[in-house]
């Protein structure tokens, strides 16, 4: 049986690699040639039914996964937007669930209005695996931006909402106690989140060895999901705010070797991960569909209501994202002005100065990246659902009526948004004619500004000799005179003698460089893709130095 089970893993990994090469190759996303190819084996008739237990899902993936999405988010963005990431991820869940709610205790008789609400809340968040559909289709980024906030974070409204009403089935509602329900699950999971990402940094700045080190950091989602989840919190909130702490510590915690190990580490798990959920969620069908037959159900009721609830779903969110980015672009423009205008001329100072140009610099992004409404039509079409929905389906308790057909839709909506809005989402884009912003890749323009800001700091710091030593003792004289085109050269390709002293100067300059480019990053001046590449850039040189300066001892 282990070898079964091992030829099986090692046969999903070779699908999802096949599938994703040929999804470069037909201009389809991956996610959904996986789900065609899952939803075509479950049909085999010599392949047994797949029934995956949710906890798998919502415990064993969904925290590595939302952790690895949030620790390259960008955080700088999300501050933007805040309020619509924030609106999107708790207002449109519950207005959805609410609406949802009204029309399945409708459809379904004897469901009653809180399991209805309870499958309301099943399919109204937006699947973060899901979002990265859209990430090749060069949409802009605020975009992107908006749609990755909104997923990552609306899981902790739906799962409430979906405990709430299932409560409320043996007991009574208090609105009371659900919202400290729901406030408490967000804050316990943001501390509790924070603090694991905060001692996670502080540890691997002591654990020296590269293996022992990336084996830690692949235990931090859990230890953020677990204890959260013990205290009522929301574990994958938890799992998010620590990845937000880890993804902007680590410029200041951790070595170069650690980041980009990390970089490539945590693409394989996602790789691996979101092929995974998309290729269960296809193999899932055939089950699905006997437990509804069995049930006596029939497939056409089923049919109907998922088709009813998905367009339920797509005008609710219509109803609100459209009105709602309409007014939040010009809303937070006019509020970022008040307070440049209120504090440009009541305070001086560097702190002062450093926040007037950040804000100067959000009004710089508000204007050029505005929402307009082929934007909101974009967010609107690429709400989809995906395998959370599906194992979140599968939690609902077993005495409740007519569960394998509530089971049987939730599959339907989320597959259906799949392949519906997935396959149309190129076909919208191109359409509206959407002005390339390079959502999936970073701005040249961005990245070359940064470079020679970059480089006149390294030209100013050797002219005024700041370039020191790690005791703060200066370097020969000699090597101040090195010139500013030797850095961000191979070593192996420079003129001149590379000494070890040369290699050390070298050294030095580049971590004067990255000190610089932290602050840029914090500025807001430039995207956190373009800061993100360049520090890519500054770690695989300095490496290359470390390399070469081994070599010479």
């Known amino acids: 049986m282990s070898q079964q089970l091992l030829f099986l893993i090692v046969l999903a990994v070779v699908v999802i690699v096949f599938a994703n090469t040929i999804a ?3 201009r389809v996303a991956g996610p959904l040639i996986l789900v065609g190819i899952g939803v075509v084996i479950s049909l085999i008739p010599a392949v047994p039914a797949l029934a ?6 919502l415990v064993g993936v969904l925290p590595p996964l939302l952790f690895s999405a949030a620790v390259s988010a960008p955080a700088i963005e999300f501050r933007r937007d805040l309020s619509a990431i924030g609106g999107m991820s708790v207002l449109l869940v519950i207005l959805s669930s609410l609406v949802l709610g009204l029309f399945f205790a409708w459809a379904v008789p004897g469901l009653g209005l809180p399991l209805g609400i309870a499958l309301g809340a099943i399919l109204s968040p937006t699947d973060a695996v899901a979002t990265s559909i859209v990430r090749g289709l060069g949409v802009p980024r605020r975009v992107l931006t908006i749609l990755e906030g909104e997923s990552l974070l609306n899981d902790a409204t739906a799962l409430v909402t979906l405990r709430t009403a299932i409560a409320v089935t043996a007991t009574s509602f208090s609105f009371v106690a659900t919202l400290g329900a729901f406030v408490w699950a967000v804050l316990s999971a943001i501390v509790i989140g924070a603090l694991v990402g905060i001692v996670a940094l502080r540890l691997r700045v002591w654990t020296h060895s590269p293996t022992a080190n990336t084996a830690l950091g692949f235990t931090v989602p859990y230890l953020a999901y677990l204890p959260t989840e013990a205290v009522g919190g929301s574990g994958l909130v938890a799992a998010v705010a620590a990845g937000v702490v ?9 070595s170069p070797d650690q ?20 290729l269960i969620m296809g193999l899932e069908l055939y ?39 309409g007014l939040h672009n010009a809303r937070v423009r006019g509020w970022v002005q008040r307070r440049i205008d209120g504090d440009g001329g009541n305070r001086r100072g560097p702190r002062s100065s450093q926040r007037l140009g950040r804000m100067r610099a959000d009004i710089e992004y508000y204007d050029a990246s505005p929402l307009t409404w082929k934007d909101s039509t974009v967010i609107v079409w690429a709400g989809m659902r995906g395998v959370v929905t599906l194992a979140a389906a599968q939690t609902l308790p077993r005495d409740t009526p007519e569960r394998d057909l509530l089971v049987f839709v939730a599959f339907l909506v989320a597959a259906g948004s799949l392949l519906i809005q997935g396959l149309s989402l190129p076909l919208v884009t191109k359409l509206l004619r959407l002005p390339a912003g390079g959502a999936g890749g970073t701005s040249r323009d961005e990245v070359r500004l940064i470079g020679d800001d970059l480089r006149v700091t390294a030209e100013q710091a050797v002219a005024r000799r700041a370039v020191l030593r790690a005791d703060r003792t200066p370097f020969a004289d000699e090597l101040y005179r090195v010139p500013t085109s ?4 191979a070593p192996d390709e420079t003129e001149g003698d590379d000494t070890p002293a040369s290699l050390e100067f ?19 001046e430039f995207s956190t893709g373009a800061a993100r590449h ?16 081994d070599g010479e001892d």
Not at 486 to 489: C, E, K, L, R, V
Not at 534 to 549: F, P, V
């Open 486 to 489: 030797h850095f961000f050269s």
């Open 287 to 325: 089950g699905i569909v006997q437990n509804n037959l069995a049930a006596d159900e029939g497939l056409l009721r089923g049919a109907l209501i998922a088709g009813a609830a998905f367009v339920i779903l797509v005008l609710v969110r219509a109803a609100y994202v459209l009105p709602m980015l």
């Open 246 to 254: 880890c993804g902007q510590g680590a410029l200041r915690w951790l």
């Open 534 to 549: 360049m520090l890519d850039e500054l770690d695989a040189y300095e490496i290359s130095l470390r390399l070469h300066l």
């Open 24 to 26: 470069s190759r037909v």
């Open 259 to 278: 980041r980009i190990s990390d970089k490539l580490n945590w693409r394989t798990v996602e790789f691996i991960l979101e092929g995974a959920v998309f």
């Open 506 to 524: 070298e050294l030095a300059v580049v971590m004067l460089m990255r000190e610089r480019l932290h602050v840029l990053a914090r500025s807001g």
């Open 52 to 57: 995956v237990a949710p906890e798998l899902i």
